[in-house]
């Protein structure tokens, strides 16, 4: 993997400022969520069913935490969320600081790394998970 910044512009549209969306109707979303009765937030069908959480179980509670800057709460509810997100907030802020420059910031994935990078992901779900199993169920 390699990171760039670069001035030619030969990308026609950089990544940057979808996961802006991205990050942007994440943040949306849970202001609206804080709309409802904390009775509001639905039971995940899964662990109703299961008696275990899923792997996206705490998600919601943990941006809720997160939007009212409970940090160590949110974290504590679902580590892989509160990573992503931020992830995703420093390539959002990175790249549009390098805007402001006139530059492109560009996340270049080798041909050879894709699979080991698709397998720390996979790992880094399934690691999560057993976390809430743990932690949760």
């Known amino acids: 993997m390699r990171f760039l910044f670069d001035s030619s512009h030969k990308i026609p549209s950089p990544a940057w400022p979808w996961i ?34 899923c792997p996206a179980c705490g998600v919601t509670r943990a941006g809720f935490l997160l939007l009212h800057g409970k940090y160590p ?12 997100i931020s992830l995703m907030t420093a390539w959002f802020s990175t790249g549009l600081f390098a805007h402001l420059f ?10 050879g790394d894709a699979r080991l990078w ?10 999560n998970w057993l976390y809430l199993w743990i932690h949760v169920g």
Not at 73 to 84: R, S
Not at 102 to 111: C, G, M, Q, S
């Open 102 to 111: 006139r530059r492109d910031f560009i996340i270049e994935v080798l041909p």
């Open 20 to 53: 802006g969306v991205g990050v942007g109707v994440l943040i949306i979303g849970g202001l609206m969520v804080q709309l409802l009765p904390q009775h509001g937030i639905p039971i995940c069908g899964f662990y109703r069913v299961t008696g275990h959480p």
């Open 73 to 84: 709460e949110a974290f504590a509810m679902h580590p892989l969320f509160i990573l992503l």
């Open 118 to 127: 698709w397998a720390v992901f996979i790992a880094c779900i399934l690691l």
